[in-house]
């Protein structure tokens, strides 16, 4: 596992004709690949009523997972909003306690209390998971500002979407990490829309890298269906921040399949729109890509795929034979003091 | 004449009429005009009235509310929705520094006429963030109006109200109550703001509830009734101002009274009708007044989280039991 990682990284190995090494390419392959069967189970097991709340899948977007983590170090910290199953897998979460956690389970990555929006790792430096529509870019800006004041060469990785990118939030956030040099890798993962609302109808800009310009940040748009572009970007952005140059933006343009959440019919845009970005479907392309340029065999692939299904069902059977919390759980976590008084009645 | 409507309509049908009543009335929200809300309350609107008074905004909440007040100070009088109470924390600045101060520092000369409204309380394993009750944090401010209900008529009447009142008014309604049924009555009519309502009579007990709650109140009272025991169930509709003449009233009936709120304890609105019944009904009551709130705690997702946390019928009746003193 360590040394794939160490090639998909350092780019070691056997180079293809766009210089990224098969390793890399596997490692796409198969991240993408278990964030979308995940996602497909997860839907499925919606539909069942074993899954509850709000479920906000990534279908579509998994080049923007895999193109980040093909770069980033463990050490670097993530910080995103509640469209995160992806991101939370790509981090190292196992789809075991992600799906636990779906079904509300005590096996899940935070106990069954956070749910689809809230997978929290800190052993995977994942900081979320955030429900409230863009307070994760000042949290990330701090993460990094953390980072600085102890010294580190480590950066965060600070998401959001199109819609969080017009809150208030966004501009503070930009001004003090520019300012203040902190080692914050911000992307705004346009995908369009946020819930009904397209880009175009929030603002007058909307080719959202523009709106690092005003602060001087270096900033830039990337084609989000595509993990080689991603990575290429995360690559010259991480360079930037770990030399100590502050922040960086970059407008990582994407597209999600499904509606908002499972309960958003998507009537606000054209079966053909999302037959646009279906044909360049990351997933696929990266197979084909990988069969026409010779760089894995049909049986590799394969091997991947296999792997992913068995994944996928001890997934799913070890959510269903977990327990429930104890209903005493409600009481842990709220405080650090162990022996807190809370108003019983 | 009444027909059977859902809140949600009935909320509709008071914008609706009173934006047909007054120009300077307008709707201003996320998703509320080409998406029709997001739990279609505002459906049709901007096919009625066009994007000038249903406007979409972006998500920018403190923006968008901050908007609102300067529109209130300058002769409009705005409908802001929040999607839901939660992201309202964003705006409390307008909402807490300006809409509720204007009045008192100008001097009386800038009012601030607006209505701020969403669905507040938990609805369902939505988890932390998404699951908060906000009555009790708004009617802690002077200056503001609080106004919490679901009862369709009453919530129809209600919103007219605000509407038409020239102070700030926060309006709660229940994400998970949009669909919930009653009768309201055809053609004009308003509830006035701060005057609970009598929904069930009873003589052994008060239970005091609003908003969502009232349904578990209700509840509560039909399986007392199995037992002998006669609840009587006050909505209070509105949360600032209480009224609490209506209930001294009751108590002065029942000698007894169990509040039932979604709001955390502390300082929660149980903590203040408590209060307020201690001080002027002190002599009529047979026991202490009890609560039943939503937990001193976070809402976690998992669902025996949810019911652990909750208030629910059996929690009610058990401390019905108790002010009454019976097994
Ligand atoms: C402060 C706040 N306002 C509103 C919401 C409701 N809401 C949840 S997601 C969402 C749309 C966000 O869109 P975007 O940032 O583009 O992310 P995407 O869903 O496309 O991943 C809205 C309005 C919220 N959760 N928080
Ligand atoms: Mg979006």
């Keep these: ?345 | 004449m009444n027909r059977e409507l859902a809140l949600r309509d009935a909320l509709r049908e008071a914008i609706l009429e009173e934006m047909r009543l007054d120009e300077n009335v307008f709707l201003m929200g996320e998703e509320v005009a080409e998406y029709d809300g997001a739990y279609k309350v505002s459906k049709g609107l901007l096919d009625e009235f066009g994007a000038k008074r249903v406007i979409d905004t972006p998500i920018a909440e403190l923006g968008f509310a901050g908007i609102g007040v300067g529109a209130a100070m300058n002769g409009l009088r705005p409908i802001i929705e929040f999607m839901t109470w939660n992201f309202a924390v964003l705006a409390f600045d307008q909402i807490v520094n300006n809409a509720a101060k204007t009045l008192s520092q100008s001097a009386g000369q800038f009012s601030c006429p607006i209505v701020f409204r969403g669905p507040s309380g938990a609805a369902g394993q939505l988890a932390q963030q998404h699951s908060q009750t906000f009555e009790s944090w708004m009617a802690n401010v002077p200056g503001l109006k609080v106004i919490s209900c679901v009862d369709p008529a009453d919530a129809k009447g209600l919103l007219k109200s605000a509407i038409r009142d020239n102070d700030p008014v926060c309006f709660m309604e229940s994400e998970l109550l949009y669909g919930f049924k009653g009768l309201v009555p055809e053609g004009e009519y308003t509830v006035p703001i701060g005057l609970a309502a009598v929904r069930r009579e009873g003589t052994d007990v008060t239970l005091v509830s609003y908003n969502k709650m009232m349904l578990v109140a209700l509840e509560a009272a039909d399986e007392l009734a199995k037992e002998g025991i006669s609840a009587e169930v006050i909505d209070l509709r509105t949360i600032r101002p209480l009224d609490y003449h209506t209930l001294v009233k009751s108590l002065k009936k029942t000698n007894r009274m169990v509040v039932i709120d979604e709001s955390w304890p502390f300082a929660g609105v149980s903590s203040e009708v408590t209060y307020q019944m201690q001080r002027y009904a002190f002599d009529y009551l047979d026991a202490p007044v009890i609560r039943v709130n939503a937990a001193d705690t976070s809402l976690p997702y998992a669902a025996p989280l949810v019911d652990a946390y909750m208030p629910n019928a059996a929690k009610v009746i058990k401390a019905v039991k108790e002010v009454m003193y019976v097994k």
């Design chain 1, 1 to 345: 596992m360590n040394t794939v990682v160490d090639k998909k990284k350092t780019g070691k190995g056997n180079p293809t004709s766009d210089g990224h090494p098969k390793e890399r390419y596997l490692f796409w392959f198969e991240l993408m690949l278990r964030i979308r069967r995940f996602e497909e189970k997860a839907l499925m097991m919606y539909g069942q009523q074993k899954i509850r709340g709000f479920c906000h899948v990534y279908i579509g977007q998994e080049a923007v997972a895999a193109g980040i983590e093909s770069v980033i170090r463990r050490e670097d910290g993530i910080v995103t909003a509640y469209r995160q199953h992806g991101i939370a897998l790509g981090r190292g979460i196992s789809a075991k306690s992600a799906m636990a956690e779906l079904y509300g389970k005590a096996t899940g990555v935070v106990k069954g209390k956070g749910g689809s929006m809230h997978f929290l790792s800190a052993e995977h430096k994942y900081f979320g998971g955030n429900g409230i529509v863009g307070a994760q870019i000042p949290i990330g800006t701090g993460i990094a500002f953390a980072e600085k004041y102890k010294g580190t060469d480590n950066l965060c990785v600070t998401m959001f979407g199109d819609g969080a990118a017009r809150q208030g939030a966004l501009h503070e956030s930009f001004n003090m990490a520019m300012s203040w040099k902190l080692p914050v890798l911000y992307i705004v993962e346009n995908n369009g829309y946020a819930m009904g609302t397209s880009v175009n109808r929030t603002s007058n800009v909307v080719e959202l890298y523009k709106m690092g310009l005003s602060y001087d940040m270096p900033s830039e748009a990337v084609d989000g269906m595509s993990p080689e572009a991603v990575h290429e970007a995360i690559t010259r952005a991480a360079a930037h921040i770990r030399a100590g140059n502050g922040p960086y933006f970059l407008e990582i343009r994407t597209y999600r399949y499904k509606g908002h959440s499972v309960s958003d019919p998507a009537k606000y845009r054209t079966k053909e729109e999302v037959q646009s970005y279906q044909d360049r479907d990351p997933v696929k392309m990266i197979e084909v890509k990988m069969l026409d340029e010779k760089i894995a065999t049909e049986k590799e692939i394969q091997a991947i795929k296999d792997k992913i299904k068995i994944e996928m069902e001890e997934a799913i059977d070890f959510a269903e034979n977990s327990p429930l919390p104890h209903p005493d759980e409600l009481y842990t976590d709220n405080y650090m003091q162990k022996d807190y008084p809370f108003i019983m009645d």
